[in-house]
Each structure stands twice: as structure tokens, then as C-alpha cells.
């Protein structure tokens, strides 16, 4: 998949676009990705997305995002995407009136446009779906999908995330919630009470849930089943928050590797406990139950 910052980047031929934040890339996205493909096997054109980093509401309400841009573009390329066009989205990006991006999106000529009911561009949230009709002659306004009574946002896998609830989210997503980071050095605490784990550096602003999960972790050298702790580690009086997991049936060093970590089940909440083996006998249960919930996950 081609990856530019600006429309002004790609080549002056015509396209068929789809706008948003598309973050977490769930199922509504999913669906609006399917009716660009459409648009643009009709017109034999490339499909493009165009989208923002971060994503509006990260900058504009202080809410923590899905997918990072990496994350985002391997899903945009995994659900069949020609270009993505990643814009900065900035303070002065966001103050642009509408009819600055409705420029933008006429130097991609786009014989159609698809675009989410709810929409809006522009300083003020001012430009809606009636105005991108200036700019193309086909504008696919694609309804709020809903599962099971419940319209599948981005805010709702959140919500989710918060609870801790990773099967919530998983059903909104279509696949399992995962984040990549890089494993760095911890305080070690892990492998003086028999169980080591790989310290995973996300990026700030990522959102994790936080307890105990079974998680599986892929790597360039494996896969591997294991737990996963998210949290502030209270038994020993931590400060900052921790993404640390074990890797079940794994020696070896994973030090400077990327990670991409996916959430199977929640175990539990974080807790204190008494004293370190109090911790580890819950542990050695917490591992238990993590083998039992991915038995059946190859």
C-alpha cells in the first residue's frame, strides 16, 4: 500500500476516497472500506483513504487512541486499501476552514466520495457531507453500524478497553484488540520470583486495559502464548503504569525486539497482595487460567 502525508504527494490521476479517523479500524470502518472498494472497482480507479494523525478526537478531546499510525496502516493494507494519505492532524490543521479541505480533496479528483454519517470537517466541525458534493459527483453517506442493538464506535471500544473487557472490544473490532511495542529493560523483578516477563514499551497515549489477560505475543523470530499484566503493580508500590507479559515456554533474550501483543481474555483485576509470594502463588493460578482460556488458539 502506497503512503503519502499530502494529496498534493500522489500522482494527478482520479481516485475514489474515503475520509476519517478510522481508528481502531473496527467493524464500521471495516463495512466503509468495503463500499470504497466497491466505488473504486466500478469507477477502475485506486482506492484511497484518507485519514489523520492522530486521530481528530485525540487532539481535540484528549481521548487515548486504538491504533497507532503503524497499527493503522497495516490494518488499511490488511483490508485490501490501494494509498492512505496520513495527514498531520495538528492545531493548525484542525483551525483550516472547510473550504481548505475540500481543496485538498480536489487534488485527488475523486469520482466518488464515502464518508460515515456522522462526518463533519473543517474549523467548527462546519463542512458535512453536502459539501463534499462540490468537489465530487458521488457521495456515499455509509449509516453507524450496529451489533446486537449497539452502534460500533470507536469511543464504545474505549469504553470497553477501560473495563478491561477485551471480548467487548474483540466483538466490535472483528479481531482481537492487540498493541505493538518494543520489549526494554524493567526493574527485573519478574525473573527473581521465577516468572520473567518482556517489559513492552508502548507509544504515550496508547490505550491499554488494565489487569491480567491471556494474551498471544508474535514476534520476527515467533509466536508464543502467555500473560499479560497492565497496570501499576501496587504489591511493590509502583508508580507508573506497566505493560509487562510472560511468555509461556520461551528462553531466550527479547531486548530491543517488537512485540505485537493480542488481548484473548481477561483474568482478573489488579490487586495488591500481602507479600511477593503471596503474588506469585497468584501467579502461578493466573498462568493456569491463561493456559486454559487459549487452549484452543493456534
Do not use: C
Amino acid at each position: 500500500m502506497k503512503t503519502y502525508v499530502s494529496p498534493s504527494q500522489r500522482p494527478d490521476t482520479a481516485t475514489v476516497v474515503a475520509v476519517g479517523s478510522f481508528d481502531g479500524v473496527h467493524l464500521g470502518h471495516q463495512a466503509l472500506i468495503a463500499q470504497l472498494k466497491a466505488k473504486a472497482r466500478e469507477h477502475r480507479v485506486p482506492s484511497v483513504v484518507y485519514t489523520f494523525d492522530p486521530p481528530t478526537r485525540v487532539l481535540t478531546q484528549g481521548v487515548e487512541f486504538l491504533s497507532t499510525l503503524p497499527e493503522k496502516l497495516d490494518l488499511l493494507t490488511r483490508y485490501g486499501v490501494d494509498e492512505t494519505i496520513a495527514a498531520a492532524f495538528t492545531p493548525e490543521f484542525a483551525s483550516r476552514p472547510k473550504e481548505a479541505f475540500l481543496d485538498d480533496l480536489r487534488l485527488l479528483r475523486p469520482r466518488a466520495i464515502v464518508v460515515g454519517e456522522d462526518f463533519h470537517f473543517g474549523r467548527g466541525r462546519a463542512g458535512s457531507a453536502a459539501d463534499l458534493r462540490e468537489v465530487a459527483p458521488e457521495v456515499v453517506v455509509v449509516p453507524i453500524h450496529g451489533l446486537s442493538g449497539e452502534d460500533i464506535k470507536s469511543t464504545r471500544v474505549r469504553e470497553y478497553l477501560k473495563s478491561g473487557d477485551v471480548d467487548g472490544a474483540r466483538r466490535l473490532l472483528g479481531r482481537h484488540y492487540d498493541a505493538q511495542g518494543v520489549v526494554v529493560q524493567g526493574d527485573q523483578l519478574g525473573r527473581t520470583i521465577g516468572w520473567p516477563t518482556a517489559n513492552i514499551r508502548v507509544p504515550d497515549g496508547k490505550a491499554l486495559p488494565l489487569g491480567v489477560f491471556a494474551v498471544v505475543a508474535v514476534g520476527d523470530h515467533g509466536r508464543w502464548h502467555g500473560m499479560a499484566n497492565v497496570g501499576f503493580r501496587p504489591t511493590v508500590n509502583g508508580t507508573d503504569r506497566r505493560f509487562e507479559v510472560h511468555l509461556f515456554d520461551f528462553s531466550g533474550d527479547l531486548y530491543g525486539q517488537e512485540l505485537q501483543i493480542k488481548f484473548f481474555a481477561h483474568l482478573r483485576g489488579e490487586q495488591k497482595f500481602g507479600g511477593l509470594d503471596e503474588l506469585k502463588a497468584q501467579i502461578a493460578r493466573d498462568a493456569q487460567a491463561a493456559r486454559d482460556a487459549l487452549k484452543d488458539v493456534r
